[in-house]
Every structure is written in C-alpha cells, then in structure tokens.
T-cell receptor, first 110, second 114 residues
Framework: RKEVEQDPGPFNVPEGATVAFNCTYS??????FFWYRQDCRKEPKLLMS???SGNEDGRFTAQLNRASQYISLLIRDSKLSDSATYLC???????????FGPGTRLSVLP | AAGVIQSPRHLIKEKRETATLKCYPI?????VYWYQQGPGQDPQFLIS???????DKGSIPDRFSAQQFSDYHSELNMSSLELGDSALYFC?????????????FGEGSWLTVV
C-alpha cells in the first residue's frame, strides 16, 4: 500500500463543472499537506497548502481531516487551463521528507 | 524571483556510460531533494541533503551517488547507466524551517539512455 493514495482518475469534465479530488495518507506523523499541479513533461508546481481549518484560493478549496487522514481538493467552474495532473503531497520530519501521491489526471473538455 | 536551476536540461547517454546532473537551489535554501519521474509515474524520491549532509535516502540505486557542496548546489552522479534510468530528474529545494515546509522544483533534466 502506497503511503499516499489518490483517486485513480482520469477525470474528464466539461468546462464549468465542479470536480473533487480525494487523497488519503497512512503516516500519522505527517505534518504538512499540499496540492501540486503538474502539466505534461513539466515540473510540479505548488497549487496550495492545506490547513486543518480548510482554505480557499479563488476557485480552489482544500480541506484536511487529520483524524481520517484525508485531504481533498475542490475545483469549481473548471477551465480548460485546469487540465493537468494533481498531486497530493505530504511532508513530515519538519520538512525533510516529502511523499507524493500517484496523481490524478484532470481533463477539462470544451 | 530566482528559481531552482537544473542542468543540463536534456542529455542522451549510452548504456553503461556515466552522467552528472547539477542543481542550483533557490538562494538561501539549504535543503535539496532529488526525484526521478518515469513516464506516467509520480515523482519518486531519491535522496536529500540538508546543510551539505545527506538527510534522507529513498529509492536511489547503488549506481547513483549525490552530494551537496559548500555553495549548496548539488550534483547527482549516475554510473553504469541502464535503459530503465531514462526519466525526468527533478531537483527541489527548501529552506528549513522558514518556508513553511514547501518545496520548489526545478524544470527537470531529461535523461535518455540508448
């Protein structure tokens, strides 16, 4: 079992749709949580950090449930430019260790 | 703002050859991480360095070695290359603990072994 697991995908949604990604992690010592976005053949880029209180950045909302060891990302009003692979990332040991999930691919269709 | 710089961006090597990848972290970042990403796979952690000392080791083959230098840049040395080593190699950097534990990636080095 992988340390970080995500919805297998791919998700194919029409423009304007709302899509949610789920992520679970197994290491209870995990301290920080992130969503990264990766375009094909490009480097992962930080989308947003995830906090226990939940946080929102425009059309993106991230939630963390430490008790369930579960992280989510909600994208509202999907744009074509949102098409990418979304990586759930967990860190521990005060930032010395980062573990990536397998990623969920999103294709937003016109 | 300055980002993580990796070089070379692309290289082609033959089996059994040696390759060296370089990584220059964001200024004032003291921690460097190396990841390998094969086609259709998520980034796999290889090794990391904090303040020039190895801090963690992942799935790095024995044929590979790495180090971090006094100016904090890092080099990944790969010997006896195999076809399966063909991948995108990312370097990422961080400053512990000031950057909120967020790591930033370079654009990657594409290695093709033929």
């Amino acid at each position: 079992r992988k340390e970080v697991e995500q919805d297998p995908g791919p998700f194919n949604v029409p423009e304007g749709a709302t899509v949610a990604f789920n992520c679970t992690y197994s290491n209870s010592a995990s301290q920080s949580f992130f969503w990264y976005r990766q375009d094909c053949r490009k480097e992962p880029k930080l989308l947003m950090s995830v906090y226990s209180s939940g946080n929102e950045d425009g059309r993106f909302t991230a939630q963390l449930n430490r008790a369930s060891q579960y992280i989510s990302l909600l994208i509202r009003d999907s744009k074509l430019s949102d098409s990418a692979t979304y990586l759930c990332v967990v860190s521990y040991n005060y930032g010395q260790n980062f573990v990536f999930g397998p990623g969920t691919r999103l294709s937003v269709l016109p | 703002a300055a980002g993580v710089i990796q070089s070379p961006r692309h290289l082609i090597k033959e089996k059994r050859e040696t390759a060296t990848l370089k990584c220059y972290p964001i200024p004032r970042h003291d921690t460097v991480y190396w990841y390998q990403q094969g086609p259709g796979q998520d980034p796999q952690f290889l090794i990391s360095f904090y303040e020039k000392m190895q801090s963690d080791k992942g799935s790095i083959p024995d044929r590979f070695s790495a180090q971090q230098f006094s100016d904090y840049h890092s080099e990944l040395n790969m010997s006896s290359l195999e076809l399966g080593d063909s991948a995108l190699y990312f370097c990422a950097s961080n400053r512990l603990p000031d950057s909120g534990n967020t790591i930033y990636f370079g654009e990657g080095s594409w290695l093709t072994v033929v």
